[in-house]
C-alpha cells in the first residue's frame, strides 16, 4: 500500500519533531503538508519535508486532495478549530494532548465525531507506548504482587519557555498523569486536589511552583504528582507503584554511569524529546498502521475528554486550594 501522506499541522518544536520522525525513523508514511502561518516556521520545518506543500489553513489543505492523514501539533486552544473540519472530511488525525482545552469544546469535539459515525481522532497520550509503563501495566492487571494500592509520580523539567504559564503546570504538563493514572489503574479519576509545596524561588515570577497533586480513581487508589519545572538539573518523569506485597519503580535515567574521583554520577535527560523518543516513534507507527486500514491506534477522543474534565478539577483546585470533583457525562455507546 502506498504511503500515507500526512499533514502536519503547526510547526513549531513538536510538531517539526514528529515531521522528522515520520520521514525519518517510522514505515507507511510521509509529510506532504503543512499547515503553517508563519512564513520563517514554514521555511525550517519545509527542510525536513522535501516536496511538502504548505498551506495558510486546514481548509487549504483539506481541499488540495494532497492529505490522506493529519497531525495536529499546534498549542491546544488552536484544536477545536482543525478538529472540526478533520473529523467532517472524515481523515484520520493524530491530535497532541490536550484534545482542547476545556470540557465544553472537549464535548462539542465527541458530539461531532459521534455524528460523522466514525472514529477520526487519536489523542497523544505517548505514555501509553512507552515500553516502562507497558511493563507496569502488566504487573498491575497480572496481581502477582496483589493489589495496587497508591502511586508517586514525579514530572521534573529542568526549565520551561517563556510562553508557559501557571494553568499549563495542570493543563500541559500533569495531563500526562492523568491519562497514565487512569491508564494503569483502569479506573476513572474522581476528584483532584492541589497543594502547594515551598516555592522554588528560582522559578520565573509568573509560577508558583513545585505543586503536589492528588488524583483519586474510583477504585480507591491514590496518586500523588510532583509537578516541578524548575528542578534544573534535567527532564525526569518517574512513577513509583505501590502493591500488596511489593513495589515497582520506572523511569530512572539509563544514561551512562561514570566513577570518577570518589564520586559517581549518571546521565539524565534534559527533554521530553529524548526520554520519550522511542514512545513517540512508537505512537506514531501505531497510528499509522491503524489509520491505513481505517481505525485507531491508540487513545481516542473519549480518552481526551475524560483527561480534560479532570484537568478542569484540577485547575479548580489550583486556585481554590480544595479537593475538587471531576465529574463527567455519560459515555456514548459509540465508544464502547
Request: proline share 4%.
Amino acid at each position: 500500500m502506498a504511503d500515507l501522506r500526512v499533514c502536519v499541522i503547526g510547526t513549531g518544536a513538536m510538531g517539526t519533531d514528529h515531521i522528522v520522525r515520520i520521514n525519518s525513523r517510522i514505515s507507511g508514511a510521509s509529510v506532504t503538508a503543512i499547515v503553517e502561518p508563519d512564513s520563517k516556521r514554514a521555511a525550517q520545518a519545509l527542510e525536513f519535508a522535501p516536496g511538502a506543500k504548505q498551506f495558510a489553513d486546514i481548509a487549504a489543505a483539506i481541499s488540495s486532495e494532497t492529505i490522506d492523514a493529519a497531525l495536529v501539533a499546534t498549542p491546544g486552544p488552536f484544536h477545536e478549530e482543525v478538529l472540526g473540519p478533520l473529523i467532517s472530511a472524515r481523515i484520520p488525525t493524530l491530535c497532541e494532548k490536550p484534545m482542547t482545552p476545556d470540557v465544553a469544546s472537549a464535548l462539542r469535539i465527541v458530539e461531532a465525531e459521534v455524528a460523522s459515525g466514525k472514529k477520526i481522532i487519536q489523542v497523544g497520550f505517548m505514555r501509553r507506548f512507552d515500553e516502562g509503563y507497558i511493563q507496569l501495566q502488566k504487573e498491575i492487571s497480572d496481581g502477582s504482587l496483589g493489589e495496587l494500592l497508591a502511586m508517586h509520580c514525579a514530572h521534573r523539567n529542568p526549565s520551561v519557555p517563556d510562553w508557559y504559564g501557571n494553568d499549563m503546570l495542570i493543563a500541559d504538563s500533569v495531563s500526562h498523569e492523568i491519562d497514565i493514572v487512569r491508564f494503569l489503574t483502569g479506573s476513572p479519576i474522581i476528584s483532584a486536589e492541589i497543594k502547594q509545596l515551598k516555592r522554588n524561588k528560582l522559578a520565573p515570577e509568573r509560577l508558583n511552583e513545585p505543586i503536589l497533586v492528588l488524583l483519586e480513581t474510583e477504585s480507591g487508589v491514590i496518586a500523588t504528582v510532583e509537578m516541578n519545572v524548575s528542578v534544573q538539573f534535567g527532564y525526569q518523569v518517574i512513577t513509583e507503584a505501590v502493591f500488596q506485597k511489593g513495589v515497582c519503580e520506572i523511569g530512572r535515567s539509563n544514561g551512562m554511569t561514570t566513577w570518577e574521583a570518589g564520586r559517581s554520577s549518571t546521565a539524565e535527560h534534559i527533554s521530553y524529546l529524548t526520554r520519550f523518543a522511542r514512545a513517540y516513534d512508537d505512537e506514531i507507527q501505531s497510528w499509522v498502521n491503524a489509520a491505513k486500514i481505517g481505525e485507531l491506534g491508540g487513545p481516542n477522543a473519549w480518552d481526551g475528554y475524560m483527561s480534560v474534565a479532570v484537568v478542569e478539577a484540577g485547575l479548580k483546585s489550583l486556585r481554590s486550594g480544595a479537593k475538587e470533583v471531576a465529574s463527567y457525562v455519560v459515555k456514548p455507546d459509540f465508544y464502547n
